[in-house]
């Protein structure tokens, strides 16, 4: 019986990161050539994460 619990546990963590990852990939393409404002440079971690972000969202 515990392997069949933990299967459906298995089952809903991929449906859990299934619909993190669809989310995802509709939000990222909507942030391409955005500019983040001080407030949200500082919530993703400064200028470090802002221009990782920024290689990221913008292609070159």
Same mark, same amino acid.
């Given at each position: 019986m !515990?392997?069949?619990e !933990? /299967?459906?546990?298995f089952?809903?963590l %991929?449906t859990?990161?299934?619909?993190? +990852?669809?989310? %995802?990939g !509709?939000? +990222?393409?909507?942030?391409r050539?955005? =500019?983040?404002?001080? /407030?949200e !440079? =500082?919530?993703v $971690? $400064?200028d470090?994460?802002? /221009?990782?972000m @920024? @290689?990221v969202?913008r292609?070159?």
């Amino acid at each position: 019986m !515990r392997d069949i619990e !933990r /299967g459906m546990e298995f089952l809903d963590l %991929v449906t859990a990161f299934h619909s993190f +990852v669809a989310a %995802v990939g !509709r939000i +990222v393409p909507s942030l391409r050539n955005h =500019t983040f404002s001080d /407030g949200e !440079r =500082t919530i993703v $971690g $400064g200028d470090r994460a802002a /221009g990782e972000m @920024g @290689g990221v969202l913008r292609p070159e």
